[in-house]
Protein backbone atom coordinates (compact mmCIF):
# COMPACT_ATOMS: atom_id res chain seq x y z
CA UNK A 1 0.00 0.00 0.00
CA UNK A 2 0.84 3.41 -0.72
CA UNK A 3 1.60 5.45 2.60
CA UNK A 4 2.66 9.27 2.52
CA UNK A 5 4.79 10.40 4.61
CA UNK A 6 3.12 13.18 5.94
CA UNK A 7 3.25 12.28 9.78
CA UNK A 8 6.84 10.54 10.42
CA UNK A 9 7.20 9.37 14.53
CA UNK A 10 10.20 7.73 15.96
CA UNK A 11 9.73 5.06 18.96
CA UNK A 12 11.82 4.41 21.17
CA UNK A 13 11.12 0.62 22.21
CA UNK A 14 12.67 -0.97 24.95
CA UNK A 15 12.64 -4.41 24.17
CA UNK A 16 13.20 -7.97 26.73
CA UNK A 17 15.54 -9.90 24.96
CA UNK A 18 14.15 -13.50 25.73
CA UNK A 19 10.36 -12.44 25.15
CA UNK A 20 10.19 -9.79 22.00
CA UNK A 21 11.44 -9.54 18.61
CA UNK A 22 11.57 -7.41 15.92
CA UNK A 23 9.46 -9.57 13.57
CA UNK A 24 6.25 -8.92 15.94
CA UNK A 25 7.07 -5.32 16.05
CA UNK A 26 6.86 -5.61 12.11
CA UNK A 27 3.81 -7.35 12.39
CA UNK A 28 2.37 -4.40 14.44
CA UNK A 29 2.96 -1.63 12.22
CA UNK A 30 2.37 -3.56 9.31
CA UNK A 31 -1.40 -4.47 10.67
CA UNK A 32 -1.85 -0.67 11.01
CA UNK A 33 -0.34 -0.11 7.64
CA UNK A 34 2.28 1.97 8.44
CA UNK A 35 6.04 2.52 6.77
CA UNK A 36 9.36 1.31 8.91
CA UNK A 37 12.00 3.44 7.43
CA UNK A 38 14.77 3.26 9.88
CA UNK A 39 15.54 1.42 12.89
CA UNK A 40 18.75 2.17 15.41
CA UNK A 41 19.72 0.34 17.89
CA UNK A 42 20.72 2.57 20.95
CA UNK A 43 21.69 0.26 23.41
CA UNK A 44 21.88 -4.04 23.70
CA UNK A 45 23.10 -6.62 26.36
CA UNK A 46 21.17 -10.50 26.89
CA UNK A 47 18.52 -9.06 29.29
CA UNK A 48 16.96 -5.56 26.96
CA UNK A 49 17.91 -4.08 23.63
CA UNK A 50 16.84 -0.52 23.28
CA UNK A 51 15.83 0.87 19.49
CA UNK A 52 14.57 3.69 17.84
CA UNK A 53 12.05 2.80 15.25
CA UNK A 54 11.37 5.60 12.56
CA UNK A 55 7.98 4.92 11.37
CA UNK A 56 5.76 7.12 8.39
CA UNK A 57 2.15 6.92 8.19
CA UNK A 58 -0.78 8.64 6.46
CA UNK A 59 -2.25 10.93 9.54
CA UNK A 60 -2.39 11.16 13.52
CA UNK A 61 -4.81 8.08 13.79
CA UNK A 62 -3.06 5.78 11.89
CA UNK A 63 -0.18 6.78 14.32
CA UNK A 64 -1.89 6.32 17.36
CA UNK A 65 -3.60 2.80 16.11
CA UNK A 66 0.40 1.83 15.52
CA UNK A 67 1.85 2.78 19.30
CA UNK A 68 -1.41 1.09 20.19
CA UNK A 69 -0.69 -2.08 18.53
CA UNK A 70 3.55 -2.49 19.65
CA UNK A 71 2.01 -1.69 23.13
CA UNK A 72 0.25 -4.92 23.32
CA UNK A 73 3.50 -7.28 22.44
CA UNK A 74 4.59 -8.53 25.36
CA UNK A 75 7.90 -7.66 26.36
CA UNK A 76 7.92 -4.48 24.62
CA UNK A 77 7.67 -0.93 26.14
CA UNK A 78 6.85 2.47 24.51
CA UNK A 79 9.81 4.45 26.00
CA UNK A 80 9.22 7.48 24.03
CA UNK A 81 7.20 8.85 20.70
CA UNK A 82 9.42 11.95 18.83
CA UNK A 83 7.07 13.15 16.10
CA UNK A 84 9.94 14.63 13.57
CA UNK A 85 8.01 17.11 12.18
CA UNK A 86 7.44 19.18 15.58
CA UNK A 87 10.72 18.28 16.38
CA UNK A 88 12.01 20.51 13.42
CA UNK A 89 9.69 23.60 15.10
CA UNK A 90 11.06 23.17 18.62
CA UNK A 91 11.82 26.56 19.50
CA UNK A 92 11.17 28.20 15.99
CA UNK A 93 12.41 27.98 12.46
CA UNK A 94 13.94 31.43 11.86
CA UNK A 95 16.60 33.72 13.69
CA UNK A 96 17.77 37.27 13.52
CA UNK A 97 22.00 36.80 12.57
CA UNK A 98 24.22 40.06 12.57
CA UNK A 99 26.06 40.60 9.20
CA UNK A 100 28.79 41.97 10.67
CA UNK A 101 30.17 40.99 14.20
CA UNK A 102 30.83 43.68 16.75
CA UNK A 103 34.40 42.84 18.15
CA UNK A 104 35.81 45.61 19.64
CA UNK A 105 35.28 49.62 20.90
CA UNK A 106 35.32 50.86 17.21
CA UNK A 107 33.14 48.58 15.50
CA UNK A 108 29.98 49.58 17.87
CA UNK A 109 30.76 52.98 17.61
CA UNK A 110 30.37 52.66 14.22
CA UNK A 111 27.17 50.14 14.32
CA UNK A 112 25.51 51.93 17.41
CA UNK A 113 26.07 54.99 19.37
CA UNK A 114 27.70 57.37 18.37
CA UNK A 115 28.48 56.38 14.56
CA UNK A 116 25.15 55.44 13.92
CA UNK A 117 23.37 58.94 14.08
CA UNK A 118 25.22 60.33 11.39
CA UNK A 119 23.41 57.25 9.33
CA UNK A 120 20.11 58.49 10.71
CA UNK A 121 20.83 61.76 9.76
CA UNK A 122 21.22 60.72 6.11
CA UNK A 123 17.82 59.11 6.01
CA UNK A 124 16.00 61.85 7.71
CA UNK A 125 17.44 64.54 5.05
CA UNK A 126 16.53 61.57 2.04
CA UNK A 127 13.85 58.77 2.96
CA UNK A 128 15.34 56.58 -0.10
CA UNK A 129 18.12 56.62 1.30
CA UNK A 130 16.90 54.30 3.80
CA UNK A 131 16.93 51.51 0.77
CA UNK A 132 21.05 51.92 0.94
CA UNK A 133 21.55 52.01 4.64
CA UNK A 134 18.81 49.49 6.22
CA UNK A 135 17.34 46.15 5.88
CA UNK A 136 14.36 47.60 4.01
CA UNK A 137 15.67 47.05 0.63
CA UNK A 138 15.72 43.54 1.11
CA UNK A 139 13.05 42.56 3.05
CA UNK A 140 9.35 41.38 3.71
CA UNK A 141 6.80 41.53 6.14
CA UNK A 142 5.02 38.01 5.97
CA UNK A 143 1.78 39.40 7.70
CA UNK A 144 -1.37 37.47 8.39
CA UNK A 145 -4.60 36.93 11.01
CA UNK A 146 -4.82 33.36 10.86
CA UNK A 147 -8.01 33.19 9.45
CA UNK A 148 -7.39 30.99 6.23
CA UNK A 149 -4.89 28.71 7.41
CA UNK A 150 -4.27 26.22 5.36
CA UNK A 151 -7.52 23.91 4.81
CA UNK A 152 -7.55 24.61 8.84
CA UNK A 153 -9.73 27.74 8.91
CA UNK A 154 -9.99 30.39 11.19
CA UNK A 155 -7.17 28.77 14.09
CA UNK A 156 -6.21 32.41 14.87
CA UNK A 157 -2.92 34.12 14.65
CA UNK A 158 -0.60 32.16 17.67
CA UNK A 159 -1.01 28.91 15.43
CA UNK A 160 -1.19 30.24 12.29
CA UNK A 161 3.10 31.41 13.09
CA UNK A 162 4.51 27.78 12.17
CA UNK A 163 3.26 28.85 8.77
CA UNK A 164 4.82 32.27 8.32
CA UNK A 165 7.94 31.08 9.53
CA UNK A 166 8.23 28.09 6.69
CA UNK A 167 7.37 31.19 4.64
CA UNK A 168 10.36 32.81 5.78
CA UNK A 169 12.40 29.67 5.26
CA UNK A 170 11.90 29.64 1.95
CA UNK A 171 12.13 33.24 1.06
CA UNK A 172 15.78 32.70 2.39
CA UNK A 173 16.79 29.79 0.80
CA UNK A 174 15.61 30.10 -2.53
CA UNK A 175 15.61 33.62 -2.92
CA UNK A 176 18.42 35.04 -0.25
CA UNK A 177 14.81 37.65 0.68
CA UNK A 178 15.04 38.44 4.86
CA UNK A 179 11.76 37.74 5.88
CA UNK A 180 9.84 38.29 8.82
CA UNK A 181 6.98 35.97 10.49
CA UNK A 182 4.45 38.76 11.48
CA UNK A 183 0.55 37.46 13.32
CA UNK A 184 -2.03 40.19 14.03
CA UNK A 185 -4.08 39.72 16.85
CA UNK A 186 -7.05 41.47 15.29
CA UNK A 187 -9.69 40.10 12.29
CA UNK A 188 -10.61 44.21 11.77
CA UNK A 189 -10.28 44.98 8.25
CA UNK A 190 -9.05 48.39 9.10
CA UNK A 191 -6.71 47.78 11.89
CA UNK A 192 -5.08 45.17 10.15
CA UNK A 193 -4.36 48.19 7.11
CA UNK A 194 -3.76 50.82 9.72
CA UNK A 195 -1.10 48.51 11.11
CA UNK A 196 0.21 47.30 8.26
CA UNK A 197 1.08 50.73 7.17
CA UNK A 198 2.73 51.80 10.75
CA UNK A 199 5.16 48.78 10.28
CA UNK A 200 6.03 49.71 6.34
CA UNK A 201 8.97 51.98 7.06
CA UNK A 202 10.95 49.10 8.14
CA UNK A 203 10.10 46.43 5.14
CA UNK A 204 11.05 46.44 1.75
CA UNK A 205 7.82 44.61 0.73
CA UNK A 206 4.54 43.15 2.14
CA UNK A 207 3.64 39.05 1.58
CA UNK A 208 -0.44 38.66 2.78
CA UNK A 209 -0.46 35.13 3.97
CA UNK A 210 -3.48 33.09 4.89
CA UNK A 211 -6.23 36.21 5.44
CA UNK A 212 -10.05 34.78 4.62
CA UNK A 213 -11.77 35.93 1.95
CA UNK A 214 -13.43 38.51 1.18
CA UNK A 215 -11.51 40.89 4.07
CA UNK A 216 -8.33 39.83 1.60
CA UNK A 217 -9.18 41.70 -0.93
CA UNK A 218 -10.21 45.07 0.75
CA UNK A 219 -6.66 44.69 2.56
CA UNK A 220 -4.75 44.66 -0.47
CA UNK A 221 -6.29 47.00 -2.50
CA UNK A 222 -6.09 49.29 0.23
CA UNK A 223 -2.39 48.81 1.17
CA UNK A 224 -1.66 48.84 -3.09
CA UNK A 225 -3.20 52.43 -2.38
CA UNK A 226 -1.37 53.61 0.56
CA UNK A 227 1.99 52.06 0.16
CA UNK A 228 4.50 52.85 -2.03
CA UNK A 229 6.23 49.04 -1.83
CA UNK A 230 5.09 46.00 -2.91
CA UNK A 231 2.01 44.36 -1.63
CA UNK A 232 1.70 40.82 -2.53
CA UNK A 233 -1.40 38.17 -1.25
CA UNK A 234 -0.10 35.04 -2.11
CA UNK A 235 -3.16 32.80 -1.74
CA UNK A 236 -4.37 34.67 -4.58
CA UNK A 237 -2.12 35.82 -6.85
CA UNK A 238 0.57 33.06 -6.00
CA UNK A 239 -1.78 30.28 -6.64
CA UNK A 240 -2.78 32.02 -9.91
CA UNK A 241 0.43 32.54 -11.16
CA UNK A 242 1.83 28.65 -11.21
CA UNK A 243 -2.16 28.04 -12.15
CA UNK A 244 -1.29 29.62 -15.30
CA UNK A 245 2.18 28.43 -15.50
CA UNK A 246 0.45 25.06 -15.65
CA UNK A 247 -1.62 25.87 -17.89
CA UNK A 248 0.63 27.27 -20.45
CA UNK A 249 2.72 23.98 -21.14
CA UNK A 250 -0.78 21.91 -20.86
CA UNK A 251 -2.37 23.60 -23.29
CA UNK A 252 0.86 22.89 -25.23
CA UNK A 253 0.54 19.18 -25.36
CA UNK A 254 -2.90 19.56 -26.43
CA UNK A 255 -2.27 21.69 -29.46
CA UNK A 256 -4.96 24.56 -28.24
CA UNK A 257 -4.35 28.31 -28.07
CA UNK A 258 -5.18 29.87 -24.51
CA UNK A 259 -7.82 32.80 -26.58
CA UNK A 260 -9.56 29.79 -28.35
CA UNK A 261 -10.41 28.10 -25.00
CA UNK A 262 -13.47 27.80 -22.81
CA UNK A 263 -11.93 27.57 -19.09
CA UNK A 264 -14.09 26.98 -15.95
CA UNK A 265 -12.93 28.15 -12.50
CA UNK A 266 -14.67 27.00 -9.83
CA UNK A 267 -14.34 28.39 -6.01
CA UNK A 268 -14.65 32.50 -6.28
CA UNK A 269 -12.86 32.76 -3.20
CA UNK A 270 -9.14 34.60 -3.29
CA UNK A 271 -6.99 31.74 -5.22
CA UNK A 272 -10.11 31.52 -8.06
CA UNK A 273 -10.49 35.47 -8.34
CA UNK A 274 -7.04 35.96 -8.71
CA UNK A 275 -6.89 32.85 -11.17
CA UNK A 276 -9.79 34.39 -13.04
CA UNK A 277 -7.75 37.76 -13.28
CA UNK A 278 -4.50 36.75 -14.29
CA UNK A 279 -6.50 34.10 -17.36
CA UNK A 280 -7.76 37.38 -18.61
CA UNK A 281 -4.79 39.18 -18.54
CA UNK A 282 -2.94 36.25 -20.37
CA UNK A 283 -5.69 36.27 -23.37
CA UNK A 284 -8.56 34.18 -22.28
CA UNK A 285 -11.44 35.01 -23.75
CA UNK A 286 -13.74 32.24 -22.53
CA UNK A 287 -13.26 31.93 -19.22
CA UNK A 288 -16.70 30.76 -16.50
CA UNK A 289 -16.49 31.80 -12.87
CA UNK A 290 -18.45 29.08 -11.05
CA UNK A 291 -19.20 28.72 -7.04
CA UNK A 292 -21.95 26.73 -4.86
CA UNK A 293 -24.37 28.75 -6.32
CA UNK A 294 -23.67 27.80 -9.97
CA UNK A 295 -21.99 29.88 -13.29
CA UNK A 296 -21.57 33.68 -12.23
CA UNK A 297 -23.70 35.15 -14.88
CA UNK A 298 -24.61 39.26 -15.58
CA UNK A 299 -28.14 38.95 -14.86
CA UNK A 300 -27.54 37.65 -11.35
CA UNK A 301 -26.98 40.82 -8.26
CA UNK A 302 -24.52 39.40 -5.84
CA UNK A 303 -23.85 40.72 -2.20
CA UNK A 304 -20.28 40.17 -2.44
CA UNK A 305 -18.86 43.11 -4.87
CA UNK A 306 -16.06 41.08 -6.19
CA UNK A 307 -18.21 38.36 -7.28
CA UNK A 308 -20.03 40.93 -9.28
CA UNK A 309 -16.79 42.29 -10.73
CA UNK A 310 -16.16 38.32 -11.94
CA UNK A 311 -19.57 38.37 -13.40
CA UNK A 312 -19.21 41.45 -15.43
CA UNK A 313 -15.81 40.25 -16.80
CA UNK A 314 -16.55 36.70 -17.98
CA UNK A 315 -19.29 34.40 -18.91
CA UNK A 316 -19.03 36.37 -22.61
CA UNK A 317 -22.25 34.31 -23.29
CA UNK A 318 -23.99 34.83 -20.34
CA UNK A 319 -24.93 31.56 -19.48
CA UNK A 320 -27.00 30.14 -16.44
CA UNK A 321 -26.99 26.86 -14.63
CA UNK A 322 -24.76 24.67 -11.99
CA UNK A 323 -21.33 23.57 -12.93
CA UNK A 324 -22.26 20.56 -15.08
CA UNK A 325 -23.75 23.26 -17.41
CA UNK A 326 -20.28 25.20 -17.59
CA UNK A 327 -18.30 21.56 -18.29
CA UNK A 328 -19.97 21.48 -21.56
CA UNK A 329 -17.63 21.42 -24.56
CA UNK A 330 -14.86 23.30 -21.68
CA UNK A 331 -11.32 22.80 -22.62
CA UNK A 332 -10.46 23.73 -18.90
CA UNK A 333 -11.60 23.19 -15.18
CA UNK A 334 -9.25 24.46 -12.87
CA UNK A 335 -11.05 23.98 -9.53
CA UNK A 336 -9.86 25.77 -6.14
CA UNK A 337 -13.15 24.87 -4.01
CA UNK A 338 -13.56 21.75 -2.39
CA UNK A 339 -13.34 17.97 -2.96
CA UNK A 340 -15.06 15.31 -4.95
CA UNK A 341 -16.92 17.85 -7.06
CA UNK A 342 -16.30 16.48 -10.43
CA UNK A 343 -17.12 13.37 -11.60
CA UNK A 344 -15.94 11.63 -14.75
CA UNK A 345 -19.20 11.58 -16.65
CA UNK A 346 -18.77 15.69 -15.90
CA UNK A 347 -15.80 15.28 -17.42
CA UNK A 348 -16.84 13.26 -20.22
CA UNK A 349 -18.84 16.62 -21.29
CA UNK A 350 -16.19 18.47 -21.75
CA UNK A 351 -14.03 19.23 -25.31
CA UNK A 352 -11.46 16.89 -26.59
CA UNK A 353 -7.80 16.43 -24.77
CA UNK A 354 -9.46 18.16 -21.56
CA UNK A 355 -6.91 19.45 -19.01
CA UNK A 356 -8.62 19.50 -15.30
CA UNK A 357 -6.39 21.36 -12.41
CA UNK A 358 -7.65 20.06 -8.87
CA UNK A 359 -6.21 22.35 -6.17
CA UNK A 360 -8.66 21.35 -3.63
CA UNK A 361 -6.82 19.99 -0.58
CA UNK A 362 -6.63 17.58 0.77
CA UNK A 363 -9.16 15.97 -1.33
CA UNK A 364 -9.01 17.51 -5.44
CA UNK A 365 -12.12 17.70 -7.08
CA UNK A 366 -11.62 14.64 -8.10
CA UNK A 367 -9.39 11.83 -7.62
CA UNK A 368 -6.50 11.61 -9.78
CA UNK A 369 -7.02 7.65 -9.78
CA UNK A 370 -10.71 8.25 -11.12
CA UNK A 371 -9.72 10.95 -13.26
CA UNK A 372 -7.12 8.51 -15.53
CA UNK A 373 -8.33 7.68 -19.02
CA UNK A 374 -11.01 10.87 -18.92
CA UNK A 375 -8.33 13.67 -18.54
CA UNK A 376 -5.68 14.62 -20.85
CA UNK A 377 -3.19 16.47 -18.00
CA UNK A 378 -4.02 16.49 -15.09
CA UNK A 379 -2.70 18.97 -11.90
CA UNK A 380 -3.22 18.78 -8.12
CA UNK A 381 -1.63 20.97 -5.20
CA UNK A 382 -0.29 17.67 -3.73
CA UNK A 383 2.87 16.31 -3.66
CA UNK A 384 1.95 12.47 -4.11
CA UNK A 385 0.98 13.19 -7.68
CA UNK A 386 2.73 14.63 -10.60
CA UNK A 387 2.37 18.39 -11.31
CA UNK A 388 1.88 19.89 -8.18
CA UNK A 389 0.95 23.19 -8.43
CA UNK A 390 2.89 24.98 -5.45
CA UNK A 391 3.21 28.39 -4.79
CA UNK A 392 6.68 28.30 -3.91
CA UNK A 393 7.61 28.20 -7.17
CA UNK A 394 6.34 32.09 -7.44
CA UNK A 395 6.98 33.90 -5.06
CA UNK A 396 10.54 33.99 -3.81
CA UNK A 397 11.49 35.46 -7.35
CA UNK A 398 8.88 37.52 -7.52
CA UNK A 399 9.90 39.15 -4.86
CA UNK A 400 13.24 39.21 -5.81
CA UNK A 401 13.19 40.66 -8.69
CA UNK A 402 10.84 43.38 -7.05
CA UNK A 403 13.27 44.23 -4.98
CA UNK A 404 16.40 44.56 -7.02
CA UNK A 405 14.53 46.72 -9.30
CA UNK A 406 12.67 48.45 -6.55
CA UNK A 407 9.57 48.16 -7.70
CA UNK A 408 6.43 50.17 -6.16
CA UNK A 409 4.06 47.47 -7.24
CA UNK A 410 3.70 44.11 -8.20
CA UNK A 411 1.30 44.22 -10.99
CA UNK A 412 -0.40 42.17 -13.43
CA UNK A 413 2.24 42.06 -16.25
CA UNK A 414 4.56 41.39 -13.17
CA UNK A 415 2.69 38.05 -13.20
CA UNK A 416 2.21 36.78 -16.23
CA UNK A 417 5.79 36.86 -16.94
CA UNK A 418 6.48 35.23 -13.67
CA UNK A 419 3.85 32.48 -14.90
CA UNK A 420 5.79 32.21 -18.64
CA UNK A 421 9.16 32.18 -16.73
CA UNK A 422 7.77 29.02 -14.45
CA UNK A 423 6.30 27.88 -17.79
CA UNK A 424 9.69 28.38 -19.63
CA UNK A 425 11.82 25.76 -17.81
CA UNK A 426 10.65 22.64 -18.94
CA UNK A 427 11.65 22.49 -22.75
CA UNK A 428 9.63 21.02 -25.28
CA UNK A 429 11.49 17.91 -25.43
CA UNK A 430 11.02 17.16 -21.33
CA UNK A 431 7.14 18.38 -21.72
CA UNK A 432 4.82 15.78 -21.42
CA UNK A 433 1.39 15.05 -19.56
CA UNK A 434 3.50 14.26 -16.22
CA UNK A 435 5.21 16.75 -16.51
CA UNK A 436 4.08 20.28 -16.91
CA UNK A 437 5.50 22.07 -13.90
CA UNK A 438 8.96 22.16 -13.13
CA UNK A 439 9.90 21.05 -9.21
CA UNK A 440 10.42 23.63 -6.36
CA UNK A 441 13.93 22.50 -6.47
CA UNK A 442 15.32 23.46 -9.73
CA UNK A 443 17.58 26.30 -9.58
CA UNK A 444 16.41 27.88 -12.31
CA UNK A 445 13.17 28.77 -11.22
CA UNK A 446 14.15 32.30 -8.94
CA UNK A 447 16.74 33.24 -11.74
CA UNK A 448 14.25 32.89 -14.35
CA UNK A 449 10.82 34.53 -12.37
CA UNK A 450 13.55 37.18 -11.05
CA UNK A 451 14.54 38.56 -14.51
CA UNK A 452 11.06 37.89 -16.17
CA UNK A 453 9.49 40.41 -13.09
CA UNK A 454 12.30 42.87 -13.82
CA UNK A 455 11.91 43.18 -17.51
CA UNK A 456 7.95 43.35 -16.60
CA UNK A 457 8.38 46.19 -14.11
CA UNK A 458 10.29 48.50 -16.09
CA UNK A 459 8.47 47.97 -19.37
CA UNK A 460 4.72 48.91 -16.74
CA UNK A 461 6.97 51.78 -15.44
CA UNK A 462 6.99 50.37 -11.63
CA UNK A 463 10.50 49.57 -11.21
CA UNK A 464 12.23 53.00 -9.77
CA UNK A 465 15.91 51.59 -10.35
CA UNK A 466 17.40 49.64 -13.19
CA UNK A 467 19.65 46.66 -11.49
CA UNK A 468 23.52 46.62 -12.36
CA UNK A 469 25.04 43.33 -13.53
CA UNK A 470 27.94 43.49 -10.88
CA UNK A 471 26.27 41.89 -7.81
CA UNK A 472 28.49 44.19 -5.45
CA UNK A 473 26.69 47.30 -6.71
CA UNK A 474 23.95 48.01 -4.00
CA UNK A 475 26.92 47.63 -1.66
CA UNK A 476 29.17 50.44 -3.49
CA UNK A 477 25.87 52.52 -4.29
CA UNK A 478 27.02 55.09 -1.14
CA UNK A 479 30.30 55.24 -1.47
Not at 58 to 78: A, L
Not at 413 to 429: L, Y
Not at 452 to 473: L, T
Amino acid sequence: MKTSSGISVILRLEMETQQANFVDIAAAVSEAEGDIVAIDVIESSNEISVRDITINARNQSQTDEIIKNIGRIPGVKVLTVSDRTFLVHIGGKVEIKSKRPIQNRDDLSRVYTPGVARICEAIAEERENAYKLTIKRNTVAIISDGTAVLGLGDIGPYAAMPVMEGKAMLFKQLANVDAFPICLDTKDTQEIIDTIVRLAPGFGGINLEDISAPRCFEIERALRERLDIPVFHDDQHGTAVVILAGLLNALKIVGKKIEECKIVVTGMGAAGVACTKILLSAGARHVIGTDKDGILSRSQTYTNPVWQEIASITNPDNIEGPLEDALVDADVFIGVSRGNILTRDSIRTMAKDPIVFAMANPQPEIDPEEAIGVVRVLATGRSDYPNQINNVLCFPGIFRGAFDCRATDINEEMKVAAAHAIASIITDSQLNEQYIIPSVFNNQVVKRVKEAVIKAAVKSGVARKVPRNRKEADDNEWL
